[in-house]
């Protein structure tokens, strides 16, 4: 793994929110912290309510982490584009990240109880 990628498990429980809905909660996150930027949450698949996840056409590639994947949100009042990624099959220097999803702040809530 490069040397400025960082996953250890997060601290408390997690919940993400989109739309007025809770989308998890979850006691089981990860912290991914990559270079200076911000610490990203990545929520198991097992404690997310996938059924309003939906995969979209788009996809991303990072040289450390691999292909990404994204999701779309669907609740009653919306649909939230591209809200969240998974690396479906990460690099092995990351697997730990394999199963889970992490959401853009600017589009959902992910908040620390």
Sequence with gaps: ???HIRIRKAQGT???RAGGAV???STNALELTEGDFPPVIYFPREDLAMAMLEGSDSTSH????????YYEIHTKS????DAGWSYESPKPAVERIKDHLAFYPQKVAVEQL
């Excluded at 040289?63 to 990404?68: N, R, S």
């Excluded at 919306?78 to 584009?81: A, K, T, Y």
């Design 23 to 25: 989308l998890g909660e």
């Design 1 to 3: 793994m490069a040397d």
């Design 14 to 16: 997690w919940v993400v």
């Design 62 to 69: 990072c040289p450390w982490k691999g292909d990404a994947t």
């Design 78 to 81: 919306q649909v939230i584009s």
